[in-house]
Each structure stands twice: as structure tokens, then as C-alpha cells.
């Protein structure tokens, strides 16, 4: 995740260490000099940064050197944001007028004894930028310049749409002989296994979804299963995911092996089925054979299909030929890569320069539509001749690639990204493989680690992050992008593609599971398995994430932990853990951007010191099904732009929530039906302030209040589609 990603963090420190309030602070709590010198040393680290992210490919000294240099920007991020919240606790950058002047509201504590502390420790991490700046000037790094993203590529943003760029190619022949296999071949055994076998990125998965979705196959098969084995191959993790396949809900994870296994039979036993089992590494013939036990109780004519990259799972699999996919032939890959790079403009397709080049660039694809998909979409944001012949001649020419290895290709095309896009798409390596993730979410969590800029102030960081992720579905690093009935965007990642997340990211993030003994102490973003928290070590996460949304339990302990421990954290996720509380101390987690309690339907209140934490953006509630009132002094949550609360059981709103001016989202709304909350509870006015509200609010009770057509039009409301009335 080091290569690019530097040069836009170095960027970042030097405007925020630019900025007005920044230069305010110094002077008040006497550091400024070291501001100013932090910035310059920084300065000059970036300028020679580009030089250092090419040499890191060939030399490890460059590479050790980018890893420090990364860590160190991350801890002055955090101290920077440390200054920025204590000033805003303080209440430093009140008043209206504060481009001219910041009015100071010291409390009656020593106002220095916070000075004195960040004094010391901005001259701490100066000191180590010098010194990386020293190992810079050894390392002989000089300055190159920045390219600049071309105005092409600024047109392409505007006019991308979710449609996927083109059909299943080249597979018709492969599709009939897998349907004469399922819908024709008589075998002797009840079911019969069919394996494919090829090359990651060959189209194994999505050849097998082409003819699973066959009408034919539908037609013919009592059953159709569809279960992503992936890298672990356990065989009660295989079964709960048949069942929730038949049954659209998944068994509890409380039942033991015997138990699941007589569902199974249940459900399957004497029906004619399609299982396939999506991606298998499983060579151990033992495990496959406990499994296929199991299965063996279909009707005669059922079928399983199992994809996989190794000719041995294959034959430990089944004792029938497998069917090998095999690249594109070269009219389809040129069909393909032609679509793709060519998409918006058409004319360069027939201009022989760019065809020419285009085809020697294909024969380094091997016919590969996953490559062929990502090469052509880097290709189709350079405009000139002159930029193909730089891909095909200096990056491409560089890599030494065989059929069994293609990640060094996909990486081109992660290099030529910007850089705020590798942030994003490094940072969807916390979720497993096959992982179906909701968009939305995903910019939330992107906007809480400040990977999101906003250069136009028309356009919220909500617009901008689904732009970024247009860019990267259209770039081909996002795939099966659906959109359900309720308008929720949900995507997957190839699973190559998340292995070459998993490559960028490095040591920075992981997924903390039953597979994993322990994380490395710089790591920053984390997804875990709750019931291993203590396994979780490092004092610098920023983030951490629920590792599935099953129900897990969450002690105090795990609190305590996550408190003492997790001080920079930007994002967690604290949903479906049978939380009865929150433990007032969480206002110590200052840097807290995204907190998701949602599904916690035990949990009746929230800590008052809950809106200490001012910079929370997104507070989630939903399902907290006990959940009665919301804290007073709301209002101190200035930047909380979301919070979802359908089906809690509230009572009234607190007064204030009128001055949550960035509130875009707020579930309901509720009026105090008989008053009792007095002077605590919002009234209907309060709406009238939530001018940046978007979607749909339900306000409930509104029955109870006198003349509510009247205050409604006061407030403006009447006419407005955002609001819906619940009696």
C-alpha cells in the first residue's frame, strides 16, 4: 500500500500543517517554529517521493525506507488530529466569523499544560522526519515530477454508469459441453462431478454462473446450490453455507456437525440437485470424501460443478476429465480489449498506430479476460500515442509473467491508479473473499479515514466517494456491482483482485480470524472475529471492523480493551454483539469518525459522554430495537452527518437536534406525545434547521400534536418529499 499512496499523505500533512487554525494553535500553545519546520522538512521528503515509489520496486533499502517514512506520516496524522479535536473541545473554532479570527475559551485548567504536552510531541516526530529526510539524501532519491490526471480522464468519471462492459465472450463452445454434461450424460453414480479447471482470471466462476442461470438448467433441476469454498476448505463451514443456499437462511451456529448434517440430508436427499462449489484448493482427498458423503443422497442425474486453479484438486474431486478453460481465442481477446479500451473513442479503434500497439500489448494478456478486462481499462484513460507506447515499452516490458502468474500485470494497472484510489481500493482487503459489501458503508468508512478530498464545496464527500468508486469499478477492481429493490449498491471483489489488495496493503491491514495467531504492530486496519479480541494488539488501529454480520458477544473486557488500546481508531463496527450498554468512557476514542451500533437489541441507553466525541460523522442505530432515548447535548456532535435509527423504541428527540446543520440522514423523528420530556424534547420546529436532510424521515406521533398542519408549514415542511407521517 506504500507505492503512491505517500506522496498524497505528504500532500495532506503540508496543507494541514498550512492551515490557518494549525498556525493559530502554534502560536497559543507555543510550537509554531516546530509546525513550520515539520512542514519544511516534509516538504522536501516529497519532493523526491515519486523517484523513491519506482525505486522501491527493484531495492529494499528504498522499500524499508517508503515503510518508515509511511509510519511516521500516520503518527503525525494523528498527533495533527489530536491538536485539531482538542481545539475544537475547546471550543476554539467557534463564532461566525472564524477566516478572520478564532475566539480562545480557555477552561480554568492550566490552558499550557496541553501546549507543553504537544510540544513535545511534535518536536519528537520532527526529529524523526529529519532523520528520514538524512536516510533520504544516502539514498541518493532525487525529484521527478507529478503527472497530472488528464482531462480525459475527468470526462470519464462524469459519464460512467454501473452497466458491466460486456457479455460473457468466447464461452459459447465451453457452455455447451458443460450443458451436455449436466442435462445429457447418463452416469453411473446418482451424482456426478464435473470439474473446471484453469487459471485465475480465466472466467472459471463466471462460466459456471452462465450455465447455472441457463434456463434449461433451471428447468431441470429440483435444486440449484451455489456455495464459495475459497482458500479454507472446512467441511461444517461448507454445509451451514449449503443449507443457507437452499434455504435462504443460515443455520444456527450453535448446532454441532451431527445436527447440520441431518438438515442437509433433509433437504436434499431424493431430489435431483445442482451443488457448485465455487473455487475449491482442497487437495486432501480424506476432507473431499467426508464431504461428498454428505451429497451423495441426490436423485439420480444431480450434478455438482467444482471450479479450481489445480489439475490435483481436480482428480482428487471426481474420476471424470475435467474441463479445462483455456484462454481467449485472439479474435474474442481483441473483441474484449477492443470494447473496453476503445469504449469512448471509437475512432482510435481503426487508427493503425493504436491497433498496433493495442495487439502487442494483448499478447502479454495470454488470453486472460480478467487482465485483458484491467489493461484495457488503464489504457482507455491515456489519450495518446505516445502514453500506450510508455505502457507497452517500459511497465509491461518489465514484467517477467507466466500463465500461473498474473498478479504482476494486475499490479500495472493499481500503479497507474491515483493515488487516493489505491487508499480505497487497499482498503477493501479487510473483507474476506466472495465477500458481497455494501457500497454505501464502504464511502463512509473511506470518508472516516480522510481518503476522501473535496475540491468542489457543491459536492458532498458522499457524491465524491461514489465517484471514486465508479472509477474503480470501471478500472475493472470491482465486480458484480447489483443494486436491490431498497436502492442498496453491493459489490464483489475478484478473488485476484483481493489478492492483490492483500499484496499493497501489506502489513498495514488484516483480517484477524481463527487462521490468523496475531497482527503486526503497525497495522492500522483490522477486521476481526470478536471472540479473538485478545488476540488484538497494536496501539495504532484506525480501524475496526466486525468480520461477519452473524451475532457474536462482546464483554466489557472487549470494551476496556478497545478503549485502552485502540486510541486513533476512525471506524468500528460494534453491531450484532448483544450490547445491554456502552461504557461512558468511549468519548476517549476522540479520533472516532464512524460508530456502528446497530442490531444491539439490549442496548436502552447511550453514555452522555458519547457526545464528547466530536468528530463522529456517522452514528448507526438501527434495530436497537430497547433503545429509548438519545443523549442530551446532542448538539456538541457538530459534524455527525448520519444517523440511522429505524426501529428503536424512542420515546422523544433531544432538544437540540435542530443544530446538527450537516445531518443527512436521520431515520425518525419523534414527537413527545404528552409532553413529559418537557423542556428536553425537540419540537416540530427543529426540522425546519436540517436543511441538508436527504431520503426519507418518518416522524412518529405526529398525531398527538395541535395543529400539526400549521406547524408544518411553519417549519416549511409541507410539500418537502422527505418526510413521512406516521399517526
Known sequence: MAEGI????????????????????????????????????????KAVLLDAEKQS?????????????????????????????????????????????????????????????????????????????????????????????????????????FVSKGEIIGRDNDKTALLRLLLEFQSEENVYVIPIVGIGGLGKTALAQFVYNDEMVENHFELRMWVCVSDVFEEKTIVQNIIKSVTDQAPSKKLEMDQLQKQLRYKIDGKKYLLVLDDIWNENWNLWISLKKLLMGGAKGSRIIATTRSEKVAKV????????????????????????????????????????????????????????????????????????????????????????????????????????????FAYCRLYPKDHRFDVQAVVRFWIAQGFVKQSNPSESLEEIGFEYFKCLVERSFFQEVEEDEFWRVTCKMHDLMHDLAESVAGKESCILDSSTSEIDEKCRHVSIDFSLMHLLKGKKLRSLLKFSSNFEYMNHANWDLIISNCRCLRVLECN?????????????????????????????????????IQNLQVLKLDYCFELKELPKKIENLVNLTHLPCAFCALTHMPRGVGKLTSLQTLSMFVVDKDGSHGAAAADLSELSQLNNLRGKLRIRKLGFVKNAREKFKAANLIGSNIYENWF
Not at 506522496?7 to 516546530?34: M, R, T, Y
Not at 446497530?598 to 441507553?605: A, G, I, K, R
Open 6 to 45: 505517500a506522496f498524497d499523505i505528504a500532500g495532506w500533512l503540508i496543507s494541514e500543517l498550512s492551515s490557518p487554525v494549525l498556525e493559530q494553535l502554534g502560536l497559543w500553545w507555543n510550537f509554531k517554529d516546530d509546525l513550520d519546520d515539520l512542514k519544511s522538512t516534509i516538504s522536501a521528503i
Open 57 to 161: 520496486v527493484t531495492s529494499e533499502l528504498v522499500k524499508d525506507w517508503l515503510a518508515k517514512l509511511k509510519d511516521a506520516m500516520y503518527d503525525a496524522e494523528d498527533l495533527l488530529d489530536d491538536v485539531r479535536t482538542e481545539a475544537l473541545r475547546k471550543n476554539l473554532m467557534s463564532g461566525n466569523k472564524f477566516t478572520k479570527e478564532v475566539r480562545v475559551c480557555f477552561s480554568r485548567s492550566n490552558p499550557f499544560t496541553y501546549g507543553r504536552k504537544m510540544g513535545r510531541k511534535i518536536k519528537a516526530i520532527k526529529a524523526r522526519f529529519t532523520s528520514i529526510q538524512s536516510q533520504a539524501n544516502m539514498l541518493n532519491l532525487v525529484q521527478r515530477d507529478h503527472p497530472v490526471e488528464t482531462s480525459f480522464m475527468a470526462k470519464r468519471r462524469q459519464t460512467h454508469s
Open 317 to 424: 474431486t471426481s474420476n471424470c476429465r475435467p474441463h479445462v478453460l483455456s484462454g481467449l481465442s485472439d479474435d474474442d481477446a481483441w473483441f474484449l480489449f477492443k470494447n473496453i479500451a476503445f469504449e469512448q473513442r471509437f475512432a482510435d479503434s481503426t487508427n493503425s498506430a493504436f491497433v498496433e500497439i493495442g495487439k502487442q500489448v494483448l499478447e502479454r494478456c495470454h488470453g486472460v479476460p480478467l487482465v485483458i478486462r484491467t489493461i484495457a481499462s488503464t489504457l482507455s484513460f491515456k489519450d495518446t500515442e505516445t502514453e500506450w507506447l510508455s505502457f507497452k515499452d517500459n511497465e509491461l516490458a518489465r514484467i517477467s509473467q507466466t500463465d500461473e502468474n498474473i498478479l504482476p500485470t494486475l499490479r500495472l494497472s493499481y500503479d497507474h491508479l491515483p493515488s487516493h484510489l489505491k487508499h480505497c
Open 576 to 612: 450484532y454483539l448483544g450490547l445491554d450498554t456502552v461504557p461512558g468512557s468511549i468519548h476517549k476514542l476522540k479520533h472516532l469518525r464512524y460508530l456502528d451500533l446497530s442490531f444491539n437489541d439490549q442496548l436502552q441507553v447511550l453514555p452522555k459522554s458519547i457526545c464528547k
